[in-house]
């Protein structure tokens, strides 16, 4: 299905998408369906203008069994750990995107060797955070999952992560610190860090997290524009906020300030295998410190409070959408 076959009907006070396989009308006042396209699925992405963004041919009971997991891997000379993650994944993933901040040890052709259905996203500023919103904006799937490609975290712990959001939460936490987690490479310094961390988050946010600072998490894709990150821009050799490490830190206290349903994961950390960690303890701690203070302030994350992306199952019935979500599709129509 193409992607640019949108059309929009004002007079009707209709959204009309024009399909490869039909017609699909959206009756933006009374919240129905017109027409039937048997009962497969659209999904409509109101925040960025209305574009259809996906088309998914399962009826809702299976989309929400067993959901497209898409993994996000940043990567940066890990071209010696790609063989030992990779032969740890899930059989069943929807798709893997690796995100490389032009590494010079072959990391991409060792991806594409190991699997070659990889997609490959090259960032186009530094950091770890910039490298995330890289790969989430190319995710397809249901579901997003980070992983790092150090072989810190485990890949056979994915299931734990799905099992936690089809069990109904928005955003599956992972954690060293709660029973059945646990790290072989955390320090005495890095753990003080951290409880101390995880208490201001906790008092600022109103949330109640054991693990501020680990950042393997998976999230559903309606979460993504609660998150309000960027990846936008021309290639250049520079990092600006929020594309360094703080990147967890960000995602964490945006996904609470947007009211989403959290679960924390346990999970065990290891050791990098090989190379050596970018991760400057004191540095990184204040930078998460700092974030801590400006997402406080800053009302980013603010505006999601549940999925904003519209999920309709083409059936000829009424869909559960209030009115709030009808009047926003009527006027970003019209802006279109």
């Given at each position: 299905?193409?992607e640019?076959?949108l059309?929009i009907?004002?007079?009707?006070?209709?959204?009309?998408?024009?399909?490869?396989q039909?017609?699909?009308?959206?009756?933006?006042?009374?919240?129905?369906?017109?027409?039937?396209?048997?009962r497969?699925?659209?999904?409509?992405?109101?925040?960025q203008?209305?574009?259809?963004?996906?088309?998914?041919?399962?009826p809702?009971?299976?989309?929400?069994?067993?959901?497209?997991?898409s993994?996000?891997?940043?990567?940066?000379?890990?071209?010696?750990?790609?063989?030992?993650?990779?032969?740890?994944?899930?059989?069943?993933?929807?798709?893997?995107?690796?995100?490389?901040?032009?590494?010079?040890?072959?990391?991409?052709?060792?991806?594409?060797?190991l699997?070659?259905?990889?997609k490959?996203?090259?960032?186009?500023?530094?950091g770890k955070?910039?490298?995330?919103?890289s790969g989430?904006?190319?995710?397809?799937?249901?579901?997003?999952?980070?992983?790092?490609?150090?072989?810190s975290?485990d890949?056979?712990?994915?299931?734990?992560?799905?099992?936690?959001?089809?069990?109904?939460?928005?955003f599956?936490?992972?954690?060293?610190?709660a029973?059945?987690?646990?790290?072989?490479?955390i320090?005495?310094?890095?753990?003080?860090?951290?409880r101390w961390?995880n208490?201001?988050?906790?008092?600022?946010?109103?949330?109640?997290y054991?693990?501020?600072?680990y950042?393997?998490?998976?999230?559903?894709?309606h979460?993504?524009?609660?998150?309000?990150?960027d990846?936008?821009g021309?290639?250049?050799?520079?990092?600006?906020?929020g594309?360094?490490?703080e990147i967890e830190?960000?995602?964490?206290?945006?996904?609470?300030k947007?009211?989403l349903?959290?679960?924390?994961?346990?999970?065990?950390?290891?050791?990098?295998?090989?190379?050596?960690?970018?991760l400057?303890?004191?540095?990184?701690?204040m930078?998460?410190?700092?974030?801590?203070?400006?997402e406080r302030?800053?009302g980013k994350?603010c505006?999601?409070?549940g999925?904003?992306?519209l999920?309709?199952d083409?059936v000829?019935?009424?869909i559960p959408?209030?009115?709030?979500?009808?009047?926003?599709?009527?006027r970003?129509?019209?802006?279109?």
């Amino acid at each position: 299905m193409s992607e640019e076959r949108l059309i929009i009907d004002l007079d009707r006070e209709q959204l009309i998408i024009d399909l490869d396989q039909g017609s699909l009308a959206l009756d933006l006042e009374q919240e129905r369906l017109i027409n039937d396209l048997d009962r497969e699925s659209l999904a409509l992405d109101l925040d960025q203008g209305p574009r259809v963004i996906a088309f998914d041919r399962r009826p809702a009971w299976e989309r929400a069994a067993h959901p497209r997991v898409s993994v996000v891997v940043p990567t940066f000379n890990e071209a010696a750990n790609l063989p030992h993650v990779f032969a740890l994944l899930p059989n069943d993933l929807y798709e893997v995107i690796v995100v490389d901040g032009h590494s010079t040890d072959g990391t991409i052709e060792v991806a594409q060797e190991l699997r070659p259905d990889v997609k490959i996203v090259r960032q186009n500023r530094q950091g770890k955070g910039n490298a995330l919103a890289s790969g989430f904006a190319s995710v397809r799937g249901d579901i997003v999952v980070m992983l790092d490609a150090d072989g810190s975290a485990d890949p056979r712990e994915i299931p734990r992560f799905v099992e936690a959001l089809t069990g109904g939460a928005d955003f599956a936490k992972g954690t060293r610190f709660a029973s059945g987690g646990g790290s072989s490479d955390i320090t005495t310094t890095r753990a003080w860090g951290n409880r101390w961390l995880n208490r201001w988050v906790n008092v600022l946010f109103g949330t109640r997290y054991t693990d501020l600072c680990y950042g393997y998490n998976a999230f559903w894709v309606h979460c993504l524009p609660a998150l309000e990150l960027d990846a936008s821009g021309e290639i250049e050799d520079r990092r600006l906020w929020g594309d360094g490490f703080e990147i967890e830190t960000i995602i964490n206290t945006r996904i609470a300030k947007a009211k989403l349903q959290i679960a924390e994961v346990p999970s065990f950390e290891f050791a990098r295998i090989h190379g050596e960690s970018k991760l400057n303890t004191w540095r990184d701690g204040m930078r998460v410190l700092r974030a801590l203070v400006v997402e406080r302030a800053n009302g980013k994350g603010c505006t999601a409070q549940g999925p904003r992306r519209l999920l309709v199952d083409a059936v000829p019935a009424a869909i559960p959408a209030t009115a709030a979500a009808s009047r926003r599709a009527a006027r970003v129509a019209q802006r279109a």
